[in-house]
């Protein structure tokens, strides 16, 4: 790689003229191609300036939603991001100057959103669309240096997996078919309602279910008995609508709280407690990291319950010091 002019930095893959103002560092981005970068910079060090940009947040959201949003994200996502800018970043910095924008104005704006009573992973979405942008923002030039501050996110807390109760699982397992018949497919594949509305009897090959549609876009296999599949044709489910489909179960069966995705949660947390491995739950479940499917072996304490009594059953039997474990625990 040629040796770069002084001043003139690469970051990632792009380009950058590194300069001082007002006592202040800025990175004023030159692009991505080398002999580009190196014709902007003599430019930028020539006029002395950086031009800065005239469009307003709204104008510079419309840019991205239109250009750099359908690129990168599903058609739900693509919604769920326009939704979010007219409801909140719009509302919030209408008429706003994008080259105005501060770290403070950005901490200004969580602080605003944590007024509007949604939960906090609406917040962490609202502002993880709104680092976005401004990083693209920055990559095309529109502005010399994203303003997102560091250690803005809110902390979400992890909550445990929203799993049936054995008795729920018998009151549901208890309706009229077809009700049962989905909801029993739920309960041993743990499909999400998306999948388990488009998997066909045609997928099961060799004891699985093959899963072409996916959230993260790749195919998986998903265990399932045969007797689910045995005798039938075309779709398995029978329902194409999520919220008529768990309106009648909760009047059939008289679980209230029923939605269709505890029957995954369910799943899920079944499996551990029977001895399966978490990384074979990881692959059945299709999650991208293994960290979101520890949720459901948080929840299962059989082995903690086990290494106490154990230590206990030492204690008792003179082997280990006579120190009550929550004592020692403490210490």
Request: hydrophobic share 35%; with cysteine.
């Amino acid at each position: 790689m040629p040796r770069l002019p002084k001043g003139m930095v690469r970051k990632r893959k792009a380009y950058y003229w590194r300069y001082q103002k007002e006592g202040r560092e800025y990175y004023a981005p030159l692009g991505s191609d080398l002999p580009a970068a190196s014709k902007r910079f003599r430019e930028l060090r020539r006029e002395g300036t950086i031009h800065r940009s005239e469009l307003t947040v709204t104008e510079l959201a419309a840019k991205w939603l239109t250009i750099c949003v359908p690129t990168s994200r599903n058609e739900r996502n693509q919604r769920l991001a326009a939704t979010r800018v007219r409801r909140y970043l719009s509302e919030e910095f209408a008429g706003f100057r994008i080259s105005d924008m501060k770290p403070l104005d950005v901490r200004r704006y969580r602080l605003w959103l944590e007024t509007k009573g949604i939960a906090p992973a609406t917040v962490k979405a609202v502002l993880g669309d709104l680092r976005t942008m401004l990083r693209w923002a920055e990559d095309e030039g529109l502005i010399d240096r994203s303003p997102f501050p560091r250690r803005i996110m809110p902390r979400i807390q992890e909550q445990p997996p929203d799993r049936l109760t054995d008795e729920e699982v018998q009151r549901l397992l208890a309706m009229p078919e077809p009700y049962r018949y989905v909801i029993r497919l739920g309960l041993e594949t743990g499909l999400r309602w998306g999948e388990l509305s488009r998997v066909r009897a045609e997928d099961w090959q060799d004891g699985m279910l093959v899963i072409h549609q996916t959230k993260s876009g790749k195919v998986r296999r998903v265990p399932c008995p045969p007797e689910l599949v045995k005798g039938r044709v075309g779709l398995l489910n029978p329902f194409r609508s999520n919220s008529s489909f768990q309106k009648t179960v909760k009047r059939l069966s008289g679980v209230s709280r029923f939605h269709a995705h505890q029957l995954r949660h369910t799943f899920g947390c079944r499996w551990l407690e029977q001895g399966g491995s978490l990384a074979a739950l990881q692959e059945i479940l299709g999650h991208s990291t293994i960290v979101v499917t520890q949720r459901y072996a948080r929840l299962n304490e059989a082995h903690v319950r086990a290494e106490v009594e154990r230590l206990q059953s030492r204690e008792r039997t003179g082997n280990a010091p006579a120190v009550p474990i929550a004592k020692s625990l403490s210490n």
